[in-house]
């Protein structure tokens, strides 16, 4: 099945600065990718995805980049605010068309 | 208010007792998912289910077990068989019922069991 990995595991930014995470996926047939964001004690929730038609997707502060050759794809924070401070888990659709998640990030903005 | 409500909240379970989690939704979607959350290793799937009377195991499904006799509610019950109990679940719903995972994933805000 697909093997979904996120990498770095934890991510200390100041807040102002950029934050990127990086997933990488083994599966060539996934074609689909979302973000979702953990605040602590809180629920999952979506905040961007992409599809494998579109090498990239933005959203005011935060975008996606996929790159389809390299199999990976990544969540890019401007600007970071102490609000975005979560933990954020990446998935990819594999051919089943089940959800694949990574193991997540744990993001820390300093303000 | 739509949404999906999972109860209980916190739950302790003694060991070698059967304990069910439910999973409520009002939102009209067709699949429903359970999974569990521990820490460091992400959300894994153990059971999800696409339409009414039908549901298929995910990754980790031994000793646990679910129904899916109405479109609103997915219970799940954390059988004496499983083996390491102890853990964060969260229940989802998502629009489309064809492929799972074709859709944005609505979750529920988590039970947490812990077994004594």
């Known amino acids: 099945g697909e093997n979904v990995e996120q990498h770095p595991s934890t991510l200390s930014v100041q807040e102002g600065d950029s934050a990127v995470i990086k997933c990488t996926y083994s599966d060539s047939a996934s074609n689909y990718f979302p973000w979702y964001k953990q605040e602590l004690g809180k629920r999952p929730q979506l905040i961007i995805d992409i599809r494998s038609n579109v090498g990239e997707k933005k959203d005011q502060r935060i975008a996606v980049t996929l790159n389809k050759t390299a199999k990976h794809f990544s969540l890019h924070i401007t600007e970071t605010q102490p609000e975005d401070s979560a933990v954020y888990f990446c998935?990819?659709?594999?051919?089943?068309?089940?959800?694949?998640f990574g193991k997540g990030n744990q993001v820390v903005v300093i303000p | 208010d739509g949404g999906i409500t999972q109860s209980p909240k916190y739950l302790f379970r003694k060991e070698g007792q059967n304990v069910t989690l439910s999973c409520e939704q009002n939102l009209n979607h067709d699949a429903m998912y359970w999974y569990r959350q521990d820490p460091g290793q992400g959300l894994r799937l153990i059971y999800y289910s696409q339409i009414v009377n039908d549901f298929q195991k995910g990754d980790i499904a031994e000793g646990y077990s679910v129904s899916r006799e109405k479109k609103e509610s997915f219970p799940l019950t954390v059988t004496s068989a499983q083996k390491n109990p102890t853990a964060f679940y969260l229940c989802?719903?998502?629009?489309w019922g064809q492929g799972v995972g074709t859709g944005e994933l609505f979750f529920g805000e988590g039970s947490r069991l812990t077994v004594l």
């Open positions: 989802a719903s998502s629009k």
């Open positions: 998935a990819a659709r594999e051919g089943n068309n089940r959800l694949a």
